[in-house]
């Protein structure tokens, strides 16, 4: 999916970070646990990475609770958009919404989505692997929370070709290849660009946000994801990258 240059400050970018509910599988209630137990010994990774069942759905939870919208929360969103003047980009700012509130969070974001990006004809939401995880997992926080969809992520039952301004850098990496996950960082390392996995990726959220209760670095590490998704997305459609002095942060700033 290639765009036009003038439409690239109509897309925003995306990457949101996720923990289990509870620090501990014990902290949930017990219909919970119940749940989780049957979740996780149903699911294809369950006994290949868990062979000691004894301890194994406790620590399932830690290790893997933070990808199912049901048995978990959002605590950090990160967005990110061009400013472009004259035909070329100025910047790339990033704004994150983080909590350990999650309503507030969620409400932030949704704010910001009604507001300015509220047309799905011409707005694009742009991440890596968002049609698979960051959109629905955020639509289904959403409606746990009791928070209407923003239009433009409101497509329940949607076809494929209905859910247009979704801009998935996975997917066109791939390039109509559907067996195989290819992770940002890889991508970006092919791309010969920085890798956002400096200090920490994905499995060290949880211990980062339970054990060393440090948002703040989970917030930054979002927006490297964020950071690295734009400039491979303009990898992708030809287009110049963006240096580093141009990506600004207006979290931290």
Request: glycine share 4%; charged share 25%.
């Amino acid at each position: 999916m290639t765009l036009h240059f003038t439409d690239l400050s109509r897309i925003l970018f995306i990457d949101i970070e996720t923990v289990p509910e509870c620090a501990n599988f014990e902290d949930i209630d017990v219909k919970k646990q119940l749940l989780w137990q049957k979740k996780a010994s149903n699911a294809g990774w369950y006994k290949k990475s868990y062979p000691d069942e004894s301890e194994s759905i406790a620590q399932s939870f830690c290790e893997k609770a933070g990808i199912y919208a049901e048995f978990s929360k959002v605590v950090c969103i990160s967005l990110g958009y061009f400013v472009v003047k004259d035909n070329e980009i100025n910047s790339l700012k990033v704004k994150s919404f983080y909590s350990n509130i999650e309503l507030e969070v969620l409400q932030a974001v949704s704010d910001v989505l009604n507001t300015h990006y509220n047309n799905p004809d011409q707005d694009h939401l742009c991440g890596h692997n968002i049609k698979e995880f960051d959109v629905p997992f955020l639509c289904r926080r959403l409606l746990i929370n009791r928070l209407p969809l923003p239009k433009l992520i409101d497509v329940g039952g949607a076809k494929p070709w209905q859910t247009r301004q979704f801009i998935d850098t996975l997917q066109l990496w791939k390039f109509g290849d559907y067996k195989n996950y290819t992770s940002l960082d890889l991508i970006a390392s092919a791309l010969d660009l920085p890798s956002p996995k400096t200090e920490m990726d994905g499995s060290d959220v949880r211990d980062m946000y339970y054990e060393h209760k440090d948002l703040d670095k989970i917030v930054r590490y979002c927006e490297q994801d964020v950071c690295t998704t734009a400039r491979v997305y303009l990898a992708l459609n030809g287009l110049p990258d963006i240096s580093e002095e141009k990506m600004i942060s207006l979290t931290f700033s």
